[in-house]
T-cell receptor, first 114, second 115 residues
Framework: DGGITQSPKYLFRKEGQNVTLSCEQN?????MYWYRQDPGQGLRLIYYSQIVNDFQKGDIAEGYSVSREKKESFPLTVTSAQKNPTAFYLC?????????????FGEGSRLTVL | AQTVTQSQPEMSVQEAETVTLSCTYD???????LFWYKQPPSRQMILVIRQEAYKQQNATENRFSVNFQKAAKSFSLKISDSQLGDAAMYFCAYRIYNQGGKLIFGQGTELSVKP
């Protein structure tokens, strides 16, 4: 089955540690996105990538980093510089950036900072 | 800047009844797409329905339909014959071409369905 796989589903981190969230898709999509979800705020865009080896900052990129070395993979690193990292993180992909195309989402990763 | 607003944080409906979730948006574009996504307790976002701004006919998908009022920039979702499985968080979203084609989301409406 085609889809997006995020791992781990739950992650706990101590303050000062970097953690990496995995996102893999087998839909052959060019565009990939990372969103952060907080209660009452909807989803906010962290980073996006339209093609391999290229990525751009979204609306709340501070304290995060990404890479896009393979078409199917778009990992997100939450660095110690992120002041409030506890949140639910969703990875998404789309065939391209055309407005009519839907985004497909993974099941998300819940990060808790202890 | 494009914004999406959902003014109802929570809604409740009796099973088999009809409920309407509200969404307004702001944009200066003339050609765009609007979406409703459902996020059940599993947290995976699922597309419910989409609407192209140029199409005057309201989109429908089985029990789900929209009331798209372009001049008023309103995009409400109607769920008919509500089922227990419809209980979820619903997000209205607008897709732009810039910034990699990102979706701009509203704050969400949590729908509960009473048996």
């Amino acid at each position: 089955d085609g889809g997006i796989t995020q791992s781990p589903k739950y992650l706990f981190r101590k303050e000062g540690q970097n953690v990496t969230l995995s996102c893999e898709q087998n839909l052959n999509h060019d565009a990939m996105y990372w969103y952060r979800q907080d209660p009452g705020q909807g989803l906010r865009l962290i980073y996006y990538s339209q093609i391999v080896n290229d990525f751009q900052k979204g609306d709340i990129a501070e304290g995060y980093s990404v890479s896009r070395e393979k078409k199917e993979s778009f990992p997100l690193t939450v660095t110690s510089a992120q002041k409030n990292p506890t949140a639910f993180y969703l990875c998404a992909s789309s065939l391209d950036r055309e407005k009519g195309r839907e985004l497909f989402f993974g099941e998300g990763s819940r990060l808790t900072v202890l | 800047a494009q914004t999406v607003t959902q003014s109802q944080p929570e809604m409740s409906v009796q099973e088999a009844e009809t409920v309407t979730l509200s969404c307004t948006y702001d944009t200066s574009e003339s050609d765009y797409y609007l979406f409703w996504y459902k996020q059940p307790p599993s947290r995976q976002m699922i597309l419910v329905i989409r609407q192209e701004a140029y199409k005057q006919q309201n989109a429908t998908e089985n029990r789900f339909s929209v009331n798209f009022q372009k001049a008023a920039k309103s995009f409400s979702l109607k769920i008919s014959d509500s089922q227990l499985g419809d209980a979820a968080m619903y997000f209205c979203a607008y897709r732009i071409y810039n910034q990699g084609g990102k979706l701009i989301f509203g704050q969400g409406t949590e729908l509960s369905v009473k048996p």
